[in-house]
């Protein structure tokens, strides 16, 4: 099984930054990989497939690179809607997902 | 626009079978994609359960592969999700979804339903 892991777990940001989530697969795994914002109450939503590519209708604010182990998303410039947890998942082998990371309010 | 609905019991007795039907609408099943089913206990991250494809061929995690099965009924345009043998630690929150291959991301999702495993 392939596993994820997500750095930081949370953290704290203020409207306007630039944050960063790195997500590390404990194998290669090519450009398979996902990544996803959750709201409370509500289901995932896909931001970013196939490590870098904006799918329809995600804002460009939303950035991703990496391939092979390391992975990152970027949002470049934090809006109050971005608040949420980011998750992390791998298609390269059965679909697993990485722990999440919290964004909250500063 | 694709949408998907679970429906199901919200309660089920330990040692019982889940079962979750997930209703497709705006988009056949039998056009092609695959469909899935994953869980997030309350307060945690998601686990993938499974995936079938409309012609039946399906695709099991394999730490449930055992309690698993998942089927498709392709002339209501809906999948549905059974768990055997529940424990407390499959109370959840169930979404369906749709992936684009077997093993892949997952582009639309339901609003997800909770399961409750108590006596």
């Known amino acids: 099984a392939i596993r994820m892991t997500q750095s930081p777990s949370s953290f704290s940001a203020s409207t306007g930054d630039r944050v960063t989530i790195t997500c590390r697969a404990s194998?290669?795994?090519?450009?398979?990989l996902a990544w996803y914002q959750q709201k409370p109450g509500k289901a995932p939503k896909l931001l970013i497939y196939?490590?870098?590519t904006l799918q329809s209708g995600v804002p460009s604010r939303f950035s991703g690179s990496g391939s092979g182990t390391d992975f990152t998303l970027t949002i470049s410039c934090l809006q109050s809607e971005d608040f949420a947890t980011y998750y992390c998942q791998q298609y390269y082998s059965y679909p697993s997902f990485g722990p999440g990371t919290k964004v909250d309010i500063k | 626009q694709v949408q998907l609905q679970e429906s199901g019991p919200g309660l089920v007795k330990p040692s019982e079978t889940l079962s979750l039907t997930c209703a497709v609408s705006g988009y056949s099943i039998s056009s092609g994609y695959y469909w899935g089913w994953i869980r997030q206990p309350p307060g945690k991250g998601l686990e993938w359960i499974g995936s079938?494809?409309?012609?039946?061929?399906?695709y099991y995690n394999p730490s449930l592969k055992s309690r698993v099965t998942i089927s498709v009924d392709t002339s209501k345009n809906q999948f549905s999700l059974k768990l055997s043998s529940v424990t407390a630690a499959d109370t959840a929150v169930y979404y369906c979804?749709?992936?684009?291959?077997?093993?892949?991301?997952?582009?639309?999702w339901g609003q997800g339903t909770l399961v409750t495993v108590s006596s």
């Open positions: 194998q290669g795994i090519s450009s398979y």
């Open positions: 979804a749709r992936l684009v291959v077997i093993t892949s991301f997952f582009d639309y």
């Open positions: 079938i494809y409309h012609s039946g061929s399906t």
């Open positions: 196939a490590a870098s």
